[in-house]
């Protein structure tokens, strides 16, 4: 029995798509009568085995074998040579899970394919839609549900700068994890939405030293579980002063942070005036 070259291989998996899946689902055109020199000159490249008969391709998670196959731009028995792999790693790097890509031919008949593809960080809401976005902002896919393990981005320029965000909490780890939303205010400075958005407890953050206030913050939650109580908003926009807004219902309480920060109760919160003014 005549052994089939397989025609694509995921590289994270065992599981290999043979030629005949790939080649038998595509309904080729009949071939036309050889027009030129150069029509004749791949006919005969083919004949002789330089035309392309597998393709092996590593890297791929999330990207669809039918759109990265359509992006080579290359059918079973095309000319390896005729082959423009410049124009056909701008095609792949296209696609919309792909970060980047190498396209390698390999003579007499393969060519391979290796990628690297986004990772969803966030996901990125606004006028109705949610878009799946990386770490460094580039947009991936849009959803149609949002992924729950995944914070949600509010704001204009949010996905260009939620990576540097996260890096400056990075050094809390275990209040960190905790964030469900993250929102931009007029492209200075963030509240960040721990717990549920109609149980949890907005923070908000300086323009500068985020770092450090969310130091703070960890602060306050381990000496005073300041983060299981009934408060809606901590305000740590004004160095050396944390203010406290406590749900509707709750009496006024006293948070203690230490000799050298003011802590007051208020019943200041943000309303829409605010938002438009970016405070």
């Given at each position: 029995m005549r052994r089939v070259k397989p025609w694509l291989m995921n590289g994270c998996a065992a599981a290999v798509l043979t030629g005949a899946a790939?080649?038998?689902?595509?309904?080729?055109p009949a071939v036309p009568r050889l027009a030129s020199m150069q029509d004749q000159a791949a006919e005969s490249l083919s004949t002789v085995g330089l035309s392309v008969e597998e393709v092996l391709v590593t890297g791929r998670v999330n990207t669809g074998t039918a759109d990265l196959l359509d992006a080579l731009g290359a059918v079973r028995g095309t000319p390896i040579l005729e082959l423009d792999i410049p124009a056909a790693r701008e095609r792949i790097n296209a696609l919309p899970w792909v970060k980047s890509s190498e396209v390698v031919r390999r003579l007499p008949n393969s060519v391979s394919i290796?990628?690297?593809?986004?990772?969803?960080?966030?996901?990125?809401q606004r006028a109705g839609r949610?878009?799946?976005?990386?770490?460094?902002?580039?947009?991936?896919?849009d959803l149609t549900t949002v992924d729950a393990s995944l914070p949600v981005i509010v704001g204009e320029d949010a996905p260009q700068h939620v990576g540097a965000l996260f890096?400056?909490?990075?050094?809390?780890?275990?209040?960190?994890?905790?964030?469900?939303?993250?929102v931009r205010f007029g492209g200075r400075r963030w509240d960040v939405m721990i717990g549920g958005i109609e149980s949890g407890v907005t923070i908000k953050l300086p323009e500068a030293d985020v770092a450090g206030a969310w130091a703070h913050l960890a602060v306050l939650?381990?000496?005073?579980?300041?983060?299981?109580?009934?408060?809606?908003t901590i305000d740590l926009r004004i160095p050396g002063r944390t203010t406290v807004t406590l749900k509707?219902?709750?009496?006024?309480?006293r948070i203690s942070s230490g000799p050298k920060q003011?802590?007051?109760?208020?019943?200041?919160?943000?309303d829409t005036e605010e938002y438009q003014n970016g405070v």
């Open positions: 790939v080649w038998g689902a595509m309904t080729l290796a990628i690297e593809e986004h990772t969803g960080f966030a996901v990125w949610y878009t799946l976005v990386a770490r460094d902002g580039a947009e991936i896919i890096d400056a909490l990075a050094h809390q780890p275990q209040l960190t994890k905790r964030i469900s939303a993250v939650d381990a000496e005073h579980s300041i983060l299981s109580r009934a408060i809606q509707q219902g709750y009496s006024i309480e003011e802590a007051r109760a208020s019943d200041w919160s943000v």
